[in-house]
C-alpha cells in the first residue's frame, strides 16, 4: 500500500513561487510510477494540473500551468515535486499528489484512474 504525503502548501502573493513535495512510502516509487499532481479549488471540482508518466518520463501539463509548473520526481528520494511559478490568485486550492503504476497515457488526467492520494495541501495566492 503506497502511501503519499504533501508538504510545501502556503500562503504567498502573486507572483511569488512555491515547491511542493510528495513523499511516497509503503510501496514501490519507481519510474515505472505515474505520479500527478492535481487541484480543488474554492467550490471547483478536482483538476488535472501535471502528470510525470510512468514510462517515458515525459511530463504532461494542464493549460494553466504551462510554462509555470514543473513537475518532477527524485527515484531516489521516493519523492514528486511540483515548482510553481508566478502564482495567480486562480492558482488558490487544495493540492494533491496521485500515483498509480499502470495507468495508460489517455487517462493521465483522469483523477478516477489513480489508486494512490495524498491529503493534500493548501496553497492561498493573494492578489
Known amino acids: 500500500q503506497v502511501v503519499l504525503v504533501e508538504s510545501g502548501g502556503g500562503l504567498v502573493q502573486a507572483g511569488d513561487s512555491l515547491r511542493l513535495s510528495c513523499a511516497a512510502s509503503?510501496?514501490?516509487?519507481?519510474?515505472?510510477?505515474?505520479m500527478a499532481w492535481f487541484r480543488r479549488a474554492p467550490g471547483k471540482e478536482r483538476e488535472f494540473v501535471a502528470a510525470?508518466?510512468?514510462?517515458?518520463?515525459?511530463?504532461y501539463y494542464a493549460d494553466s500551468a504551462k510554462g509555470r509548473f514543473t513537475i518532477s520526481k527524485d527515484n531516489a528520494k521516493n519523492t514528486a515535486y511540483l515548482q510553481m511559478n508566478n502564482l495567480k490568485p486562480e492558482d488558490t486550492g487544495v493540492y494533491y499528489c496521485?500515483?498509480?503504476?499502470?495507468?495508460?497515457?489517455?487517462?493521465?488526467?483522469?483523477?478516477?484512474?489513480?489508486?494512490?492520494w495524498g491529503q493534500g495541501t493548501q496553497v492561498t495566492v493573494s492578489s
Open positions: 496521485a500515483a498509480d503504476p499502470s495507468i495508460i497515457l489517455s487517462s493521465i488526467s483522469d483523477a478516477r484512474q489513480y489508486d494512490y
Open positions: 509503503g510501496g514501490s516509487f519507481s519510474r515505472y510510477t505515474t
Open positions: 510525470l508518466f510512468r514510462n517515458s518520463g515525459k511530463s
